[in-house]
């Protein structure tokens, strides 16, 4: 069993759609939960982080983590055509990331 | 202006063959990254260097060979290239270490294929 697992879709929503994208975890150490957003053919890049559980809103973007279930989200409001990407969850106890496997995200227009 | 570099951005050898990938990065961080990226887009740390040390070692074949120059440069040498090597490498940097690590940036990747 991988330490984190994600689906990894792809997820195809229209334009406007609310987005939910989930990670769950079996490593109890785990204190920082991340998203990585990565476009086609670029490296990714970091989209939001949360310490420990509760929420985190950045405009569109809502992370959430749930240590006790072992569960974070992504949500993503009005999602837009730019969205097209893929998410990859990761998260770190106290030495180095682990990335879920990321999920490919498709808004069409 | 580049945070991290990457030098080739594709590489396609032979299997036998000797290759090196080069990083640079220019945001003063003190630690480095070499992650593997393969084709179903799983990305896993290789080695990281926190000011020219190496404090990560994952289970990586020794012919896989980081080295950090300074600690703005880490490059990465593979011998003996063999097919499931082929992969997407990226170089990544952070300006905390450890489980702060949080915020890494990335290069644009170097793509490698053996043949």
């Known amino acids: 069993q991988k330490e984190v697992e994600q689906d990894p879709g792809p997820l195809s929503v229209p334009e406007g759609a609310i987005v939910s994208l989930n990670c769950t975890y079996s490593?109890?150490?785990?204190?920082?939960f991340m998203w990585y957003r990565q476009y086609s053919r670029k490296g990714p890049e970091l989209l939001m982080y949360t310490y420990s559980s509760g929420n985190k809103e950045d405009g569109r973007f809502t992370a959430q983590v749930d240590k006790s279930s072992k569960y974070i989200s992504l949500f993503i409001r009005d999602s837009q055509p730019s969205d097209s990407a893929t998410y990859l969850c990761?998260?770190?106890?106290?030495?180095?990331?682990?990335f879920g496997t990321g999920t490919r995200l498709q808004v069409f227009p | 202006d580049t945070a991290v570099s990457q030098t080739p951005k594709y590489l396609v050898t032979q299997m036998g063959n000797d290759k090196s990938i080069k990083c640079e990065q220019n945001l003063g961080h003190d630690t480095m990254y070499w992650y593997k990226q393969d084709s179903k887009k799983f990305l896993k740390i290789m080695f990281s260097?926190?000011?020219?040390?190496?404090?990560i070692n994952e289970t990586v074949p020794n012919r896989f060979s980081p080295k950090s120059p300074d600690k703005a440069h880490l490059n990465l040498h593979i011998n003996s290239l063999e097919l499931g090597d082929s992969a997407v490498y990226f170089c990544a940097s952070s300006g905390l270490a450890g489980g702060r690590s949080y915020e890494q940036y990335f290069g644009p990747g170097t793509r490698l294929t053996v043949t």
């Open positions: 260097y926190n000011n020219k040390e190496l404090i």
């Open positions: 990761a998260m770190s106890g106290t030495d180095k990331l682990i």
């Open positions: 490593n109890s150490a785990f204190q920082y």
